[in-house]
């Protein structure tokens, strides 16, 4: 089988992928929370599940900032230097 | 070490004869060169030499020490995987261009003075420029040309700082320049024009999508990175970077985010990524310099590979933007592997390059205690990983079919992209190797617990919510302003708009002396004109009658 095969055997599977996935990040929150913090730097470093925290709103804002940006300020037709 | 050859006067000469050849001879000689070049720069001794004295000026052509070998190794590496992704390219005048711009890039980090820093660097941009334009179209020749302007400009502002540095120190010696100098502020600013510091950045993102497919691997790779390189010999520890770098990375990261353009999009983390690499400079410890170089390091490598996979679609399906692409993993399945490779390593996920170096630099930050530096490069990973890891696989690889069949690249192109896919891989599961090159010795490990998890954690939850905001992130057939508005769009209408007032103040004025003149030649015309009372013909009747009035009157006069 071809490469390309393969990789649309993992595409139409695309739901058992996503399953063993959710799967993967609740194993991470749960290692994160039960194996004490190694850091100190920062208080946040002892919270468990903090990086999945940050990494989900994180993502939220960025998308958003970016998203306003757009459509309030930067956004502009294709041609708009062309004139 | 006096008998040394300059690795640059290789390439410059290995180019002249790249111009000499042709077909097959050709093609061996592009690889036989940066092979050649790259041994050299592995052997070359530390140390100095071709000191000489210009005009009291002492100057240094080749300084090797550990910071400018981390450099010219990596550039050296990517010299011979650009060259090997560009073999089957049928362009001499681009074959060349991009040599003796690696060439001129290593001259640079090899300059132990100002002057040949200067002259080095004036010569990346005249030969760079060539790579955008031999997409011979006039969308690329456009952008050359503001390419141009913006460094010629840059480069000006460096000289100037320069000759203030010289005459303040009585020195064009390269090292830390101290923060009194007369030059520091010119001179750091000509250098953050070409490390694309925000205002200064828009040269990159405007110029490189529209350079050629093959060049923009070289862009990509050295302008940027040359000047982290002066920026960390010249300006390490200077707080403001600080500032500028944080500014930087997100402002890439969100720009990023609103391209369409794949290779635009790829561009904006450049500047992102670079963005990681200035702050370091600022926070100037030891483990934040040894984070920034190897950063730079592993930068160039997957930063090209994410080009080149990029390339290799605009090669193959002749289109750019997202919204134009989909579907393309069953076609070009060995690219878009390899250029997940590239995204995994730019996103900092374990097991790959950018894990290994960028989180240096975090660490750097977290050692001194900077919480908000920290949370905001933790903050741009996730738009790192948001943008290239899951945005361009899904709306370009995956996603829509677009019903575009592209065949799978050039095995050439596929080699370079495998070659640089292995390196992200090799440095991600081997850090030693490229720590052991860094210019001090590094105390760092990537690989705790504590740090795999956080990491894992931050990239795949903000994948998450990647997932859940699907609807809203596909690109959209927009462009976006950035801050070349100013010089595209303002700057001409406002010089538009001072032509027409001279113009209109021009007329009004010839208008108004023309007047004059007419009424002038009109009232000439009266008294002097053939119908003019001055020039009206006497009859010579009255002419006798006058005379005789006359000697009457004197002949009275006389007699009285």
């Known amino acids: ?83 | 070490m006096t008998d040394v050859l300059h690795p640059s006067l290789l390439l410059f000469f290995g180019a002249a004869v790249v111009a000499l050849l042709r077909g097959r001879l050709q093609q061996a000689w592009m690889l036989l060169l940066p092979a050649g070049v790259l041994a050299m720069v592995f052997s070359l001794p530390l140390g100095s030499a071709g000191a000489m004295n210009l005009f009291g000026m002492e100057l240094l052509i080749l300084r090797v020490d550990t910071l400018s070998m981390v450099f010219a190794t990596v550039f050296a590496i990517i010299t011979l995987i650009g060259a090997l992704y560009a073999l089957h390219v049928r362009d001499t005048t681009q074959h060349v261009a991009a040599l003796t711009y690696a060439g001129a890039a290593l001259g640079v980090v090899f300059a132990g003075d100002l002057i040949t820093l200067y002259v080095f660097w004036e010569l990346m941009v005249f030969s760079s420029v060539w790579l955008i334009w031999c997409r011979r179209n006039p969308v690329s020749m456009a952008a050359g040309f503001r390419y141009l302007i913006i460094h010629a400009l840059g480069g000006v502002v460096l000289l100037g700082g320069i000759i203030l540095h010289f005459l303040d120190v009585g020195s064009v010696a390269f090292d830390a320049i101290a923060s009194d100098s007369a030059g520091y502020y010119l001179i750091l600013i000509g250098f953050m024009v070409n490390a694309a510091v925000p205002p200064l950045h828009a040269w990159l993102t405007d110029a490189y999508p529209e350079a050629t497919v093959t060049g923009a691997i070289f862009l990509s790779a050295l302008t940027t990175k040359t000047a982290i390189y002066t920026l960390i010999r010249g300006f390490p520890g200077a707080e403001l970077l600080v500032g500028f770098g944080l500014v930087m990375a997100l402002y890439g990261v969100i720009y990023a985010f609103l391209a369409n353009d794949i290779r635009r999009l790829l561009a904006y983390h450049i500047i992102s990524q670079v963005g990681y690499m200035v702050t370091g400079i600022g926070l100037g410890t030891i483990m934040a310099l040894n984070g920034t170089a190897s950063h730079a390091f592993t930068h160039i490598l997957y930063k090209a590979l994410l080009f080149m996979g990029a390339g290799a679609v605009i090669h193959m399906t002749g289109r750019a933007k997202m919204t134009e692409l989909g579907g393309l993993y069953r076609y070009m399945p060995i690219t878009f592997l390899l250029y997940m490779i590239g995204g995994l390593s730019i996103s900092a996920f374990p097991l790959t390059s950018g894990f290994v170096s960028k989180t240096m630099i975090l660490e750097a930050a977290a050692l001194d205690q900077r919480a908000i530096v920290w949370l905001l490069l933790a903050l741009v990973s996730v738009g790192t990983f948001l943008s290239t890891v899951l945005k361009i696989p899904w709306f370009a690889f995956l996603g829509q079919d677009s019903g575009l069949r592209p065949k799978e690249a050039p095995w050439n192109m596929l080699l370079a992209m495998g070659i640089a896919a292995f390196l992200c891989i090799y440095i991600g599961i081997f850090p030693g190797w490229l720590y052991s090159l860094m210019p001090a010795p590094v105390d760092y490990n990537a690989y705790t617990v504590g740090h795999v998890l956080w990491e894992l954690q931050l990239l795949l939850f903000a994948g998450v919510g990647f997932f859940l905001l699907l609807k809203y992130v596909g690109g959209k057939p927009k462009i976006s302003l950035d801050t070349d508005w100013l010089y595209r769009w303002l700057l001409p209408k406002v010089a538009l708009s001072a032509e027409r007032l001279v113009d209109s103040l021009w007329s009004r004025m010839l208008g108004g002396l023309m007047r004059r003149l007419t009424w002038l030649v009109t009232t000439l015309i009266q008294h002097h004109g053939p119908q003019g009372i001055l020039a009206r013909t006497w009859p010579t009747g009255s002419m006798v009658l006058w005379v005789a009035v006359m000697l009457a009157a004197s002949l009275l006069v006389y007699y009285l």
């Open chain 1, 1 to 83: 089988m071809t490469l390309g095969k393969w990789l649309e055997v993992l595409v139409n599977n695309g739901v058992v992928l996503r399953r063993i996935m959710y799967v993967f990040l609740a194993g991470l929150v749960i290692a994160d929370l039960l194996i004490p913090s190694s850091y100190d730097r920062f208080p946040w470093e002892s919270w468990g599940g903090f990086g999945a925290a940050y990494g989900f709103l994180g993502c939220l804002l960025l998308i958003g900032i970016a998203k306003a940006l757009g459509h309030w300020l930067v956004y502009r037709s294709e041609d708009y230097y062309d004139d």
